[in-house]
């Protein structure tokens, strides 16, 4: 059935890093993808989508690209910053079904 | 911006009792879904509701769970006798569109602790 797997955390980087947050999923159709992201205390919020194969959605210096050949879309951001402290989540609309499904959430921490 | 709005932030129920968590979602928007989060982990999907009937629920959502729409603003979620394996955090969500074509707008939740 359709799926959503991505990397375990908790994930520690310093300020300025690089970040990658991998995501994959298994899913019938070409549905869009998303990424959100809850903030301590707060609910998701959607951080960047993208609806087709190759799209690349972007957002505050986040990026993610839609690649049906591996099935992927990674988070990424250049520098990232002690606000970007947070759990983020890949998500997967189901097919047919009126619903998304979550990864397990990747909790993020940017050390000053 | 537009916002989802939950009351209460939270709510402390005892093992049996009933409890009615309250939503009020973007006004223009057409589905409406619960979902929970245990401990902080993995958002789970309860029910999602359009043109006032559950379209689609997980096997969380049993007799004890039930939606309402009572009037054009509110969504509600009651659970009919709460367990001690209840307690999570409640997210209400809605979208414009179905959830495959239109992303979800979440509220902060509403921590519900059964003792």
């Known amino acids: 059935g359709d799926s959503v797997t991505q990397m375990e955390g908790p994930v520690t980087l310093s300020e300025e890093a690089f970040l990658t947050i991998n995501c994959t999923y298994t899913a019938t159709g070409y549905p869009s993808l998303f990424w959100y992201v809850q903030y301590p205390g707060e609910g998701l919020q959607l951080l960047l989508k993208?609806?087709?194969?190759?799209d690349k959605g972007s957002n505050k210096g986040f990026e993610a690209t839609y690649r049906k050949e591996t099935t992927s879309f990674h988070l990424e951001k250049g520098s990232v910053q002690v606000s970007d402290s947070a759990v983020y989540f890949c998500?997967?609309?189901?097919?047919?079904?009126?619903?998304?499904?979550f990864g397990k959430g990747t909790r993020l921490h940017i050390l000053p | 911006e537009p916002e989802v709005t939950q009351t209460p932030s939270h709510q402390v129920t005892q093992m049996g009792q009933e409890v009615i968590l309250r939503c009020v979602p973007i006004s223009n928007h057409l589905y409406f879904y619960w979902y929970r989060q245990i401990l902080g982990q993995k958002v789970e999907f309860l029910v999602s509701f359009y043109n006032n009937e559950i379209s689609e629920k997980s096997e969380i959502f049993d007799d004890q769970f039930s939606v309402e729409r009572p009037d054009g603003s509110n969504f509600t979620l009651k659970i009919r006798s709460t367990k001690l394996e209840d307690s999570a955090m409640y997210f209400c969500a809605s979208s414009l569109r179905t959830a495959y074509n239109s992303p979800l707008h979440f509220g902060n939740g509403t921590r519900l602790t059964v003792t």
């Open positions: 998500a997967l609309p189901m097919n047919r079904d009126d619903k998304i499904i």
């Open positions: 993208a609806t087709k194969a190759d």
